[in-house]
């Protein structure tokens, strides 16, 4: 009798939790549909001599625009439990899979052969660059890490020869002119592993940003290979390239709040007049603004000058400090985001 209570209750729970995954299935696919038939109409109207292919292009643009537009929206509400985002009801449902849904699957591989030439002080050096060649020939046909087999290449082409003189450089301590093959190659593969999972921890970012349910990432730490499985991936182009970017870091030269603020108030009385229906002298608000923005241009390009000067000083100090201490290692290091 205990036994079939047990079963009566394990049979309950999992009805329950099916119901559950099941009733945040239906509601996503519903708005999905919802998505798909505004975007149909929006594509006719845009373009109502539209066919074909260009048709169906014209429908999935308006779509990834609306599925973009609905991630942070509340789909669903329990009263007094809690609130579901599309974003994250997408995640509570039923996990079909690339075999059921379709989607996308992605290999991606980490360049070791660019991270041991940015390592190197002679990044052009053609014994350097032979090993590698080598390395990349042999890693088909090998179960050996990309440093192993460099490694291996370099001494077996040139015995004599030491990797510490063409990887010691006044930014990396932790290599000598005495340091030894093992010991530089330690160093690189250590390096290797870093490069490995941060860039496993990027592209964890990355998918996390596509609104897919339940994406799956293995890491293969021995090769630096990722495999990426994307299920219900409308847009293959957008998710590779996106996956396969690289970050840039731009710096912008923008106005200050004391030199803009100058100009809100003309701004606003100016719409104010135009709202109220009455005319705008422009001849004497364009001569105003005029003379307003020539001064704050000669005051801005006054200003730009000390600010060189000040950036040019400060790096000259800065150096100056980074020459009396060679001891401490400076070590900049740029990985894409």
């Given amino acids: 009798m205990q036994l079939k209570g047990l079963v009566k209750i394990f049979t309950v729970a999992l009805i329950l939790i099916s119901l559950y995954q099941l009733s945040f299935t239906f509601i996503v696919r519903n708005a999905e549909k919802r998505a798909m038939s505004v975007a149909m109409q929006n594509a006719e109207k845009t373009n109502p001599t539209a066919k074909g292919k260009a048709l169906d292009s014209l429908t999935e643009r308006q779509y990834k625009t609306i ?36 989607g996308m699957n992605v290999t991606l591989e980490v360049s070791l052969d660019e991270l041991v030439r ?21 890693k088909a046909n090998s179960q050996a890490n990309f440093v192993t087999l460099f490694g291996e290449t370099f001494i077996k082409e040139n015995p004599n020869a030491k990797l510490a003189y063409l990887f010691t450089k006044p930014s990396e301590k932790d290599i000598t002119l005495t340091s030894t093959n093992d010991e530089v190659l330690s160093k690189i593969n250590k390096e290797a592993k870093d490069a490995i999972q941060r860039t496993y921890n990027v592209l964890l970012t990355r998918v996390d940003k596509f609104g897919v349910a339940n994406p799956n990432m293995n890491l293969d730490e021995k090769k630096g290979i990722i495999t990426v499985e994307l299920a219900g991936v409308r847009d293959p182009e957008r998710v590779r390239s996106y996956l396969q970017a690289t970050a840039k870091l731009q710096f912008f030269e923008t106005y200050s709040n004391q030199e803009i603020v100058q100009y809100l108030q003309p701004a606003n009385d100016a719409l104010a007049t135009y709202l109220s229906g009455a005319k705008l002298d422009t001849a004497t608000t364009d001569t105003s603004t005029n003379n307003k923005i020539a001064a704050a241009d000669t005051s801005k390009k006054n200003n730009n000058s000390n600010k060189r000067y000040r950036k040019l000083r400060h790096f000259n100090n800065y150096y100056r400090q980074i020459s009396k201490n060679r001891h401490k290692r400076f070590n900049f290091f740029t990985s894409f985001i």
């Fill in 67 to 102: 599925m973009d537009s609905m991630q942070g929206e509340t789909l669903v509400s329990i009263p007094l439990l809690k609130k579901y985002t599309f974003q994250e009801a997408k995640g509570e449902e039923l996990n079909l899979g690339l075999d059921l849904q379709g």
């Fill in 118 to 138: 940015s390592m190197s002080n002679n990044p052009k050096d053609p014994i350097l660059n032979k090993a590698i060649a080598d390395a990349n020939a042999a």
